[in-house]
């Protein structure tokens, strides 16, 4: 058990809301200590010099904000596009990858402040909690963590009176929905959402058309790599950042980017989850699209095992596990020659790759084609096909003989 006389100075992850606006009064008054709030901006369309204020108001010792877009867009989802980054084969894992980065200022921020403890405002059910603790532990150990909404016991409704009672602002809408956003999705879950039968809810939705209202004519675009990340977009350079928040634009307009997922939590719930992603869906696809231009068929698939695994680290807040920058030397290694350029169709909801090339093609086409320029000496087939069936055909004399 922590002893109550030891928390002195805490850094709080503090997102504007109500569980972390009632967490700076309720830790303050818990433990007689200062809370110092530290928001990270990961490209959440916020308001943060209004957060910031709002902390402040409500008690806060000092409050800091970080931005850490870039860092997040070149650090977090460049690697994840390189490994494919995608859980049980749906969600482009885009709250996952921003909670290390969180728990890192925190720490950062923690350690300028002089502070002994950090605190963030995750509930108990969630993998949110696991991702920030174990990258903060990581970090430093040292520090003790504190989890007030996981274990104050306030329903919603006290937590409501609690923030009366102590002139804690209240957003005027009870929320419908528990949203998370960043520079690579929203996550929208709970409400409506919890029974799995029901479809969602126009109203859940905000970077994305409806496929439906989406335009009548596709948008086609054409996506640059060098090495495996994206760095042009129609022709154009652009810094991580604006081609990422171009390309969620673009496909969001389209319609592209709803994922409606049943999802297996790490603390063991079977959760329905809703997200919007468009950028990652289309970089993804893309990217994904490419590798297959240039890897070859061994690599291609031993790399499926390497990039699955990754995607699980991160979801199951393992972003500091030492195995996931061994399995990036593989993802790196391979991603060397993953450049070019890849055309996607956006149309009402889909985004389709419609052309691909690269100076590290190894697609011949002398090889392919059905054309009289062929190269390739079909008669080889004669001895491949009996040999590469070896083993299943007489497999199959055995089974058979043994039911006979
Ligand atoms: N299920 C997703 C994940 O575990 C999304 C979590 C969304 N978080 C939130 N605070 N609403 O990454």
Redesign the pocket.
Same mark, same amino acid.
């Given at each position: 058990m922590i002893k109550v006389t030891e928390i002195k100075r805490i850094a709080l992850a503090y997102s504007g809301g109500l569980d972390t606006s009632v967490a700076i009064k309720w830790l303050a008054e818990k433990y007689g200590a200062k809370v110092i709030t530290v928001t990270v901006d990961l490209g959440q369309d916020e308001d943060f010099k209004a957060i910031g204020d709002k902390a402040l108001k409500v008690g806060a010792e000092n409050h800091y904000t970080v931005d850490a877009k870039r860092e997040f867009a070149t650090g977090y989802i460049f690697p994840s596009i390189k490994a494919n980054g995608i859980?049980q084969f749906k969600?482009p894992?885009?709250?996952?990858l921003g909670?290390p980065l969180i728990a890192e200022k925190l720490v950062e921020i923690a350690h300028k402040e002089g502070c002994d403890s950090v605190a963030h405002g995750?509930?108990g059910k969630?993998?949110?909690q696991i991702?920030i603790e174990v990258s903060c532990m990581a970090r430093d150990p040292s520090l003790k963590i504190l989890a007030p909404t996981r274990n104050w016991g306030m329903s919603r409704d006290q937590e409501i009176e609690y923030a009366k009672k102590h002139g804690i602002p209240i957003s005027k809408a009870a929320k419908k929905y =528990? #949203?998370?956003e960043c520079l690579w999705g929203r =996550? #929208?879950?709970?409400g409506p959402l919890e029974n799995p039968w029901n479809a969602p809810q126009d109203d859940g939705w905000l970077w994305t058309t409806s496929p439906e209202s989406a335009p009548d004519k596709p948008t086609i675009i054409e996506v640059e790599f060098k090495q495996g990340v994206p760095v042009a977009l129609d022709g154009v350079a652009m810094e991580p950042v604006d081609l990422i928040r171009k390309v969620n634009r673009i496909a969001g307009e389209n319609g592209v980017g709803r994922v409606d997922h049943m999802?297996d939590?790490?603390v063991g719930i079977k959760?329905r989850?809703t997200?919007e992603c468009p950028a990652a869906t289309v970089l993804l696809e893309a990217h994904r699209d490419l590798e297959k231009l240039i890897l070859n068929r061994h690599e291609h698939e031993f790399k499926k095992l390497v990039d699955d695994k990754w995607a699980f680290l991160v979801?199951a807040g393992l972003w500091d596990d030492p195995l996931r920058e061994e399995l990036e030397a593989f993802i790196n290694k391979s991603n060397e020659r993953v450049d070019g350029k890849v055309r996607v169709k956006l149309y009402k909801g889909s985004a389709m790759v419609c052309g691909r090339s690269s100076p590290n093609s190894v697609y011949d086409f002398k090889t392919a084609t059905y054309d009289s320029s062929s190269t390739f000496d079909q008669t080889l087939s004669n001895g491949f096909i009996p040999l590469w069936g070896l083993q299943t055909v007489v497999s199959r004399k055995v089974i058979s003989n043994r039911r006979a």
């Open positions: 859980y969600y894992i885009s709250t996952s909670r995750c509930t969630g993998n949110d991702r =528990s #949203i998370d =996550s #929208i879950e709970s999802e939590r790490i959760s989850e997200y979801y």
